[in-house]
Structures are given as structure tokens and as C-alpha cells.
């Protein structure tokens, strides 16, 4: 007698992240991204700024396609395009006092330089950098 048991398996809530900063052209992007590539399908990520650029830099599109990324799909958008409520984890990034309180569970600030006017080689270290802490936050959720 074989016992189906995947009837009674419930699939894990998507965890939901907003990831903050000022221009939302670069550091944010890379964050949303790898929130999307490391979390498998089972988060929901979303990025804006306190002061939103409108462009995704060509830097940051450049370098995470160099990773098999395509950020060319995503917009550069303002705070009050995205959902203010519901967040596991509100991350900003270099907006200082700009960046509005959001909603969250928890809260983080993550001290990176703004890549914007980097070499390629000084912008994969920012894109690495933000590799390794969206990774260490999905293991913490």
C-alpha cells in the first residue's frame, strides 16, 4: 500500500522583499535581480527609489548580464509604485533619510557605495557585494 502524501504537504508562503535606494538605476536593481535568480521562485522581490532615475544604468544592465541576468526587463520606479505593507524584509541602500519608512519585518540598511559612475571592474565588486548580503538574507528568512 503506497500513502500519497503530497496531498498533505502545504507549499511555503513566498517571502516578500522590497530592496531601496535613491535612483533605483542600479544597487536595488542588482538586489531585486538576485533576489529573483537566488530565491528559486519562492520570493517575491521588488525594488524602487526615493528619487527614481527612470532608466536602469546600462552599467548595471551590463553587469548582471555578464551573470545570465536580464535586467532590461526591469523599470526604474518610484516608492509609491510598490506596495507599502506585507514586507519580510525592507532593505535600503545609500538613501539615508530619503528613503521613507516601509512597512517590515525586518528592517536593514546596507552600506554600499553607489556603483553609478564605477569602472566595470569597481561595479562588479558593488554587484558581488550585493550578491553575497541577498543571499545571506533569503538564508535568514
Same mark, same amino acid.
Given at each position: 500500500m503506497s500513502i500519497d502524501i503530497s496531498s498533505s504537504l502545504t507549499e511555503l508562503p513566498r517571502k516578500k522583499v522590497l530592496f531601496v535606494c535613491i535612483?533605483?538605476?542600479?544597487?536595488?536593481?542588482?538586489? %531585486?535581480?538576485?533576489?529573483?535568480?537566488?530565491?528559486?521562485?519562492?520570493?517575491?522581490? %521588488?525594488?524602487?527609489?526615493?528619487?527614481?532615475?527612470g532608466i536602469v544604468n546600462p552599467k548595471a544592465i551590463a553587469a548582471m548580464a555578464e551573470l545570465g541576468y536580464d535586467l532590461t526587463? %526591469?523599470?526604474?520606479?518610484?516608492?509609491?509604485?510598490?506596495?507599502?505593507?506585507?514586507?519580510?524584509?525592507?532593505?535600503?541602500?545609500?538613501?539615508?533619510?530619503?528613503?521613507?519608512f516601509v512597512e517590515g519585518r525586518i528592517h536593514e540598511d546596507w552600506t554600499l557605495p553607489d556603483p553609478k559612475h564605477m569602472e566595470p571592474e569597481e561595479f562588479r565588486k558593488v554587484r558581488d557585494e550585493i550578491r553575497s548580503r541577498v543571499a545571506d538574507l533569503l538564508t535568514r528568512l
Open positions: 535612483e533605483n538605476s542600479n544597487r536595488s536593481q542588482m538586489a %531585486h535581480a538576485f533576489a529573483n535568480l537566488l530565491g528559486r521562485g519562492n520570493v517575491d522581490a %521588488h525594488s524602487a527609489g526615493s528619487r527614481p532615475s526587463a %526591469h523599470d526604474s520606479k518610484s516608492l509609491d509604485e510598490v506596495p507599502h505593507t506585507g514586507y519580510d524584509a525592507v532593505v535600503t541602500m545609500g538613501c539615508g533619510d530619503a528613503c521613507p
